[in-house]
């Protein structure tokens, strides 16, 4: 037997045993390269005669998985992905807040299992080492530098980031990068920087309920575009929708999130990031990127940011340490092209600077390596997680479920039937110690009042598949009747 | 010899000696009594001794001075102190932040005297201790409880606020106080909180650039109202204004420093703070109370903040950590009365939550006690400072200059002759490597376009005093046009 044959023969075995099961993600070919002490080609040919034998197959930018049926959901078939969303096909007024809080303020009991939070698990995260880090760079801190330490930020963490872009393949300049207090405020800024009351703004339908929110906060028009939920905005309708707006009323930003959209985990390919570059180009409207789940990629690469394609200055592109490596520390960013100075000035004129020993911590850690093993390491345990919850949809949601399955980030998307209100499942999942981001909090007409947004991301305890068999078995209930709705 | 009558002899000695000054802050009883191991009565009854010799004599609510003449300015008299100023009796739109943006940006190089600074030197800060309760703070954190950071904060810092206020006498519940990114943000949120586009908002003449900037970035109204470099706002001309604002244009919002005003120094007697939450109560007006240099008092007591009058919850009361104990942490706080709901949302929906390292090591730090001890050494440091300025510009500045005597904090109002511009100051100032705050920062008009606002609290490498004898010697020959304008 060839090294390669040898090396295939243990997989195989694997997952005759149960070991590596259907819909498992095959370890990467890198990782295994390493840690099995064998050339990636060795790897590859052992996955190609997997492959060729039936027993695994490959997904587009993600990797091989274990081939072979998921567990047969209740109607005996596997649910189907979600259909692209139909939005209103005019600008609205938002006032979704209050429903927010109400939502949020439900949720905030630690003792819940948390598929309604917006974070994943914290020991998913490096906080002893991060914790060490803040020490020695408060140690190394010149005094002088902590009166001063204004906009734009610490001049390492600064040049770390643009680093990463360049390593990604996407020309940064370190003048150009603005530390904030995580992505909210970049977004908050940038949003505040091109608008002003009564603008109308382009979001994704479904949207992060934060994105609502911010619009609100300023009097903004939402304008929801269908999207799809694997491969994100209908650039087809908004291109209808740019060319639509009356003159005096002309579409003043884009807020979107291209890579693992918050709540679809939708990823647009890099054609479409590059169109719908171009085609805001063509009407000078600029975007703004919300690519904090940009890291959390199950496939080989990370996905390439919009702003990769940006010519014109026009791509503000926003991201954070808080969902990959450093939830707490508010420490985010923003590269805002033509942009930069008037949302540093935003940042000077509110809040000043982004917290210096956030800032040292991040810097320190990241000079030091070991970054992209930890992002290996969190998007192999997310990737994992998120293979139970689909299992778990599957087997315990009704019939006519549909749900995501996104290739990144740690949110699943699922419709439930139209007859299922989804505050409904909420608050009486709430009852049993379980949280959920309800559809109605991601678009400004409610309108998703059938969907749930899951966050699999907190591996703790494996209360995971229990939680979602108690939604599922609520959702049902709820469907047959045999439970009162709770939604005034 | 009584132990009273030696401790007199021994003082006396240090002022025939010249180790302590005319103008000098004698040492606090308190102190004393600490540090020398005798009863506060020995230190009052040498302390009525001297003052009965003429040697000292008492400021109301600030200790005792050594008496004596300041050395003679040129002209052979102390400066006067500037009269209350006169500003425009109709609100007016805002459009400052070129200009504070142009000066900020001309003065951040740190190789300059930081005379247009904003914040104190870092050597009077404990960043080293600082930087020992941060390690500390992050070692006891349980993982979980850094994914759930949201507002209002961390609970312990938060209780530890709380304690402060009741200590000095002002009742504010834990729950009432959100933690945000220093002051700046709270203070900023408290605005968006209570006003619309468009709305009037009183400020004191002159007041801080940051609050004008809020104004002109919420396009607000500015109404500046008369203030009294000793005692704060003219409450009667505040009255009459607010009486006057037409019914569908009245005032929304105070925002003032009542205590050691920005750039004035002044403090309103407590007396006077009642009546203005009584004033602004009548016409139901919320008061937005920025305090970040109340607890730099030279006197005996912490003034107290108006916010302890208020009974209709109509006070915000903003302050941080950032002036006085931790700069660069960036953590201050609210404490919003009524408003503490909607102030709340709004720092979830921009920046989320504040940093956690941060409150972790300030909460840390005030736990284990010591920050009054810190505090006594700064304030003694800053008031030392003070004498040295203020002898400083009564030599070396031209005849006709007045300057403000502040009772805190580490600002001095200077108004030159109404022939000098202080743009010009500033830039022949930069020239010789000195940073100042012109005047025309503070006013909504620019009409302070002869004063300059001197930060004395950078007492590293005895930089102070040939500074200021430069700046006196810049004013001195713009006066008599020997050196050119450069004010375009």
Redesign the interface.
């Known amino acids: 037997m060839k090294r390669y044959e040898r090396h295939a023969d243990v997989l195989a075995q694997l997952i005759h045993s149960g070991a590596l099961r259907p819909g498992d993600r095959m370890p990467s070919v890198r990782e295994t390269s390493r840690t099995r002490g064998i050339s990636p080609s060795t790897v590859f040919a052992a996955y190609y005669l997997l492959e060729a034998q039936g027993l695994i197959h490959a997904r587009p930018r993600s990797g091989y998985y274990v081939s072979g049926a998921r567990p047969a959901a209740p109607g005996g078939e596997r649910p189907a992905e979600p259909l692209p969303s139909q939005p209103a096909s005019t600008s609205t007024g938002v006032a979704i ?1 209050d429903l927010v ?1 109400e939502v ?1 303020g439900q949720t ?1 009991d ?1 003792t819940l299992v948390p598929l309604g ?1 917006a ?5 998913l ?1 490096p ?1 002893e080492r991060l ?1 060490r880090c ?2 020695g760079g ?2 190394r ?1 010149d ?8 906009p734009p930020g610490d001049e390492r963490l600064r040049q770390q980031i643009a680093l990463r872009y360049g390593l990604h393949g996407t020309a940064v300049d370190v003048e150009e990068i603005l530390i904030t ?2 992505a ?2 970049a977004l ?1 800024l940038c949003l ?1 920087a091109v608008t002003q ?1 009564g603008d109308v703004v382009v979001v994704e339908s479904p949207t992060f309920y ?1 994105a609502l ?2 619009l609100e ?1 300023l009097n903004l028009q939402a304008l929801e575009i269908a999207t799809h939920p694997r491969d994100g905005i209908d650039l087809a309708a908004l291109a209808e929708a740019l060319a639509r707006q009356p003159p005096g009323q002309p579409v003043k930003a884009c807020w979107l999130m291209p890579s693992f959209q918050n709540p679809l985990g939708s990823l647009m390919p890099e054609a479409k990031k590059r169109e719908l570059v171009a085609l805001l180009a063509r009407y000078g409207v600029p975007l703004i990127e919300d690519d904090v789940y940009g890291e959390l990629h199950y496939g080989p690469q990370r996905p390439v940011p919009a702003k990769a394609f940006d010519t014109q200055g026009l791509v503000m592109h926003c991201s954070s340490f808080s969902k990959n490596l450093a ?5 985010g960013w923003v590269a805002a092209g033509r942009y930069a100075t008037a949302v540093q ?2 940042k ?11 800032q040292l ?1 991040l810097s320190e850690y990241l000079a030091q390596g070991g970054y992209d093993r930890h992002l290996r390491q969190l998007r192999r345990g997310l990737a994992e997680q998120q293979a139970i919850a689909l299992d778990a949809v599957a087997a315990h949601f009704p019939p006519g479920t549909r749900v995501s399955r996104p290739e990144g980030g740690y949110f699943l998307w699922v419709e439930l039937p139209p007859a299922v209100n989804a505050l409904d499942v909420h608050r009486h999942a709430l009852q049993h110690g379980i949280s959920l981001a309800p559809g109605q909090l991601f678009s400004a007409d409610r309108r998703f009042a059938h969907c749930v947004r899951i966050n699999y991301g907190h591996p703790a305890q494996g209360r995971l598949l229990p939680a979602l068999e108690c939604v599922g078995r609520l959702a049902t209930a709820l469907l047959k009747k045999e439970l009162p709705a709770l939604s005034g």
């Open positions: 807040s809080f949020l905030r630690s939070s974070f994943p698990g914290p020991e995260f906080l914790a803040l020490s408060m140690r801190l005094p002088a530098s902590i009166v001063q330490s204004l207090n995580g909210m405020e908050n505040e009351p934060a929110q911010a906060r939830p707490g520390y508010r420490v000035r935003l000077l004129m509110t809040t000043l600077s982004a917290a210096t020993p956030s911590a």
